[in-house]
């Protein structure tokens, strides 16, 4: 906007949410969306709430994730988000945990990844010290050596207890077989050795990098105005570093393309997950992929999957699929546990159901269903300051524009039979599924 600005300035959007009567002390019809700009150039999403006296913010950093890791410094990232509220300032790590309780306040910190994100929420009537307690957390924290070794030890913990667990394997070796020369392919919660050898200046160097203002989204809800915000945005986040220097991540398909993995456990039943290329977040059939996932693995009970596997042959207790869009990726993944001697007979169902979707697509029925329940659930997901604030972090990071939440009821009500034979048949390949099985399935062999 070329205009003159005083201290702040904002936009306005109204957007349509049908039945949030009881979230907003506002007309059931809408909510608000200001755009936000402090003093010294900082943007944020608001939705101004006066009928809780609660804050809550997410952010994050879009270049700062798991993937960007260095090589043999595994686990760096997570290592960072379990340190951030490990003392700050002049504050040692008890000291702001104390302080932090006594607002009664919420800070968390987490990588995932592509991003690396922080949440916060506070009573209005703490806020002058939770916001300076979050604004040390981010600008200065301490990475003194006690916690340091405390947090690698638990770091290192849960590492070894995910060696044991057969979901973990199975996704480790996985991700590990589709993505073997890229950074996806690398475990997020490091390795046993990587995590050792961290060091505080590997911390403060990855705050350089990834935890600077260039990267920065801001999504906020609660009882602020759109003026203190603008002060706060600068309390907080305005003495960041302007920029950093993040690797470059190259775009990649799925490798193994077909293959089938088993890892050898003594356990009675095997692990499964099964997946292949997907459709990424921008892309314009990620709503049609959607409805046709809801179908066919991603409505529970409703699903074809569910029905196919559980109810019609007991093969499982559940069994699920999903779309997984990445920055740099994308993924239609899935899973299910069943007994070794039924493992071979859950796949080819599970395949003749992938086969079954790209050659036949869906019903009417089994369509509007699929409508129904998406459009319906949404708005249950703007229940609290925290998850308005959490969507609209989402919105921003997956760049769907201002007017997404008016948008989305026709994106998906506009999907068609003919839409999701179309797309089905270009995603679903059931001879290119990736499967990695833990456990000792009958008659199942690794393939070369």
């Known amino acids: 906007m070329n205009i003159a600005r005083p201290r702040f300035w904002t936009n306005v959007v109204k957007l349509p949410l049908l039945g949030l009567f009881y979230l907003f002390a506002m007309p059931s019809y809408a909510i608000d969306i200001q755009k936000v700009r402090s003093p010294g150039g900082i943007e944020a999403w608001l939705v101004q709430d006066k009928s809780v006296p609660v804050i809550s913010m997410n952010f994050a950093f879009k270049t700062g ?12 990232a997570r290592m960072i988000a379990a340190m951030l509220d490990e003392g700050a300032g002049d504050l040692k790590s008890q000291a702001f945990q104390t302080q932090l309780q006594g607002t009664a306040a919420r800070l968390g910190f987490s990588a995932s990844t592509d991003k690396f994100r922080g ?10 010290e939770a916001f300076r307690l979050l604004g040390l957390a981010l600008n200065k924290p301490r990475f003194d050596g006690k916690p340091i070794e405390r947090i690698k030890g638990q770091i290192i913990a849960s590492i070894q207890r995910s060696a044991q667990d057969p979901d973990m394997i199975g996704t480790r070796a996985w991700y590990k077989a589709v993505f073997p020369n890229h950074p996806y392919g690398r475990p997020g919660d490091g390795t046993v050795e990587s995590i050792k050898a961290l060091v505080a200046k590997d911390l403060r160097e990855f705050m350089r990098r990834h935890v600077v203002r260039d990267s920065l989204i801001v999504a906020v809800a609660g009882d602020i105005s759109s003026a203190e915000l603008a002060r706060r945005l600068d309390q907080i986040f305005g003495t960041l570093p302007a920029a950093g220097n993040a690797k470059n991540i190259a775009e990649i398909a799925p490798a193994a393309v077909g293959k089938v993995i088993v890892i050898d456990r003594k356990i009675p039943q095997s692990t499964v997950m099964f997946g292949h290329s997907g459709v990424k977040r921008n892309d314009p059939d990620w709503y049609i992929a959607s409805v046709m996932n809801r179908i066919l693995g991603g409505g ?4 074809r999957l569910m029905e196919e596997i559980r109810e019609k042959r007991g093969l499982a207790y559940g069994v ?3 779309l997984n869009p990445y920055d740099h990726a994308a993924l239609y993944m899935g899973g299910v ?3 070794n001697s039924r493992v071979a007979e859950s796949l080819k169902v599970i395949r003749s159901e992938w086969k079954k979707m ?7 029925k089994e369509l509007a269903a699929a409508k ?5 659930s949404f708005p249950l997901r703007l229940d609290s300051t925290r998850r308005i604030a959490s969507l609209l972090l989402a919105v921003q990071v997956n760049n769907l524009g201002e007017d997404y939440l008016d948008k989305r009821p026709s994106l998906i009500n506009a999907v068609t039979q003919a839409d999701i034979k179309r797309v089905a048949k270009k995603l679903l390949r059931p001879e290119a599924l990736t499967v990695v099985i833990v456990g ?9």
Do not use: C, H, R
Not at 119 to 128: C, G, I, R, T, V
Not at 440 to 448: A, D
């Open 65 to 76: 994730g798991t993937a960007y890791d260095p090589v043999t410094k595994e686990g760096l």
């Open 119 to 128: 949440s916060f929420s506070a009573l209005k009537a703490n806020k002058d």
């Open 300 to 303: 529970g009970f409703s699903s």
């Open 320 to 322: 699920y699929s999903y």
């Open 337 to 339: 546990a069943t007994a």
């Open 358 to 364: 790209a050659e036949k697509g869906v019903t009417a």
């Open 372 to 376: 129904t329940y998406i459009n319906g």
């Open 440 to 448: 000792q399935p009958k008659g199942i062999k690794s393939t070369p």
